[in-house]
């Protein structure tokens, strides 16, 4: 079975540009998570899925983060305009609906960097 | 609110010696406490967790983990080290009442250098 898989795994781009990360969970998983790690931070929760529903997105920064999870099953997280600040690792997570005590898998992260 | 404190940044040992690597955690609630394992270019990998079952709970890799509500810590051990368990740890919590789906909440990450 496939993990999660992200796209693409890194992202070079300027002050100002728009960059769209992908996530496409385990297939069957309801559950959709997305993280990120800035530099020398803890890991942080932005935002949960269930299907195409926001369920909690209270850790996205700022109105400049979109996330999107049309049809319920990959989702696109798109920063626009991007600042220096939004270095960092986007890591994307996935688990199954309705388990108790859910473990979430974690795709290998987007590294993007921002100049 | 929850939070977790990973009382090292670092951490360096010998191949062959045990490894510990310390957790901390505070939550409102009674907890599911994770370990994951980050190898370089990789994903996130769940190395065990704690559901309220057993306090002694086993892991992959010969990794177990403790879980003490006295002192709300959960501590990361292995007997003996390989090389290829330098990596970085995260020590990791959520509210365990949640059966809808949530967040988990990471410690900072302690980094493992495995010597020969």
């Known amino acids: 079975e496939a993990g999660v898989t992200q796209f693409p795994s890194h992202s070079v781009i300027e002050k100002g540009q728009t960059v769209t990360l992908r996530c496409d969970p385990i297939?069957?998983?309801?559950?959709l998570y997305w993280y990120r790690r800035v530099m020398g931070k803890e890991i942080k929760f932005l935002l949960h899925f269930v299907k195409e529903s926001k369920q909690d997105e209270s850790g996205m920064p700022n109105n400049r983060f979109l996330a999107e999870r049309t049809g319920g099953t990959y989702s696109t997280l798109k920063v626009q305009p991007a600042e220096l600040e939004d270095s960092g690792v986007y890591f994307c997570a996935s688990s199954q609906p309705g388990v108790y005590q859910e473990t979430q898998y974690f795709g290998p992260g987007t590294r993007l960097l921002v100049l | 609110a929850q939070s977790v404190t990973q009382l090292d940044s670092h951490v360096s040992v010998s191949e062959g010696t045990p490894v510990l690597l310390r957790c901390n955690y505070s939550s409102s609630y009674s907890p599911s406490l994770f370990w994951y394992v980050q190898h370089p270019n990789k994903g996130l990998q769940l190395l065990l967790k704690?559901?309220?079952?057993?306090?002694l709970v086993k892991g992959i890799n010969g990794f177990e983990a403790e879980f003490k509500k006295s002192e709300t810590s959960f501590h990361l051990t292995k007997p003996s080290a390989h090389m290829s368990d330098a990596a970085e740890y995260f020590c990791v919590v959520s509210d365990a009442r949640a059966a809808a789906g949530n967040k988990l909440t990471f410690g900072g990450g302690t980094r493992v250098l495995v010597k020969p």
């Open positions: 704690y559901t309220s079952a057993a306090t």
């Open positions: 297939s069957g998983h309801d559950n």
